[in-house]
């Protein structure tokens, strides 16, 4: 089963990524097919995951796009059927490897995902702080990606994890319902991991308010239920509105000089503040540090969590469902990713337009597969031979690095055959050839057989038009766009 496994892992470097590998590489049993090793870092020294034991490794970059950007990335590389996303900062138990494919093995082909099971050490000598007991809910949490398994299939057919959650909070949630949207199933496994508490300064609480945009977002796309749906807590975002309008309008009032009026504002702003500071100092253990913070905390906290929601009112306003990058873009060649030589089969004549380097390159480091469909009647018509052909595409993956696909039409416009643009076959074959869903591909061209050839596969056809295009064919096209820099910026935005 394991065979059919890629682990991916998104991490930026913290020093619990080595706890992990070392616990993955020490664990006894059959490996996963790969380890993909996602570096969501900006810049820095490149990581050095190498250790004995590891499944074959694999370290792929984002750039610095966060969570959601470097899990897509992760499984977007991955080849596999399954696809199980650890956290960097979790430690396995040694039977995670024999666990997973128990876990996974005997599931029914209606069930999309495996979630994990959740351990978080408290200290036994104490009771725990704030923020220990925040992340213990971790233990309790349904769909979160510290150890989460889906397949492939699903994960594309959705899109992936929306990149608009900019950080590791409700992107889970978000895509869970989203496959469950499918009709699919996800269900809970008998594999564990242990999720340490990270060590963090007493100002966390107050960071992790930036989460209230989220959950605006989350509304917006699945309803006033999804808290139901997603089993996520309200918590007190409706007392810290309450005080925040008490404290607002005590200063309201003060400055227009109401000030009966003020200070019964006041009072309530100040009753809220210190039962929301009580209500996390009454269980821990109330230090006199651990109570400092909790009242100063609990001060900024409301005003912060409003102010926050708020901003993700205004920002997420007719927000769409995310539809992620699609598994495959699909150019023609001559006229679109090369200058148009009729009938070419001299390599030294494949000449790249400009920019084509550039687009293919964005794409693959997205994780995008990318291909070429080419009609090249030139070999029906007697004028090159498929030996040409085959000379002048590898000059073109020479000059513009690998495809995952390549297909050509050798035939001529009186054959009849299938693969021939407008005709779908060779879009078709393409996605085969990958196992995508034409609906998840795009075609790139410069005439219309290509976007027509689109069409008629269930793909998404993307015009590039030259000189030689027809007036007629840019009218009709959905996608019109100027060059291929262009098109490949409405790709990797998302509008296709």
Known sequence: MLEQVTVVVPTIGRPSLDVLLDALAAAPGPRPAELILVDDRPTGEPLRPERPGLPPVR????????????RNLGWRTARTGWIAFLDDDVVTDPDWYSALAADLGSLPADVAGSQGRVRVPLPEDRRPTDWERGTAGLATSSWITADLAYRRAALAQVGGF???FPRAFRE???LALRVMG????????????THPVRPADRWVSVRVQAGNADDVLMRRLHGADWRDRADAALGRRPQHTAVTVAGVAALGLAATRRPRAALAAAAVWAAGTAEFAWARIAPGPRTRAEMATMALTSAVIPPLATWHWLRGVVRHVGVRQWRGLPDLVLFDRDG????????NGDPAWVRPVDGAKE??????????RVGVVSNQSG??????TREQVDACMARLTELLGPFDTVQYCPHGPDDGCACRKPAPGMVEAACAELDVDPARCVVVGDIGA?????????AVGILVPTPVTRDAEIAAATWALRDLGEAVDVVLGGSW
């Open 59 to 70: 370290v792929v970059r984002t750039g610095g796009g966060g969570p959601a950007r470097a």
């Open 162 to 164: 929306d990149e608009r």
């Open 172 to 174: 889970d949630s978000d």
């Open 182 to 193: 499918t009709g699919s199933r996800l269900v809970r496994g008998e594999r564990w991991i």
């Open 336 to 343: 679109t990713l090369v200058h148009d030589f009729p009938y």
């Open 359 to 368: 687009a293919l390159d964005a794409l693959r480091a997205r994780g995008v």
């Open 379 to 384: 070999v029906a018509r007697g004028l090159i």
């Open 450 to 458: 290509d976007v027509e050839a689109a069409a008629a596969a269930g």
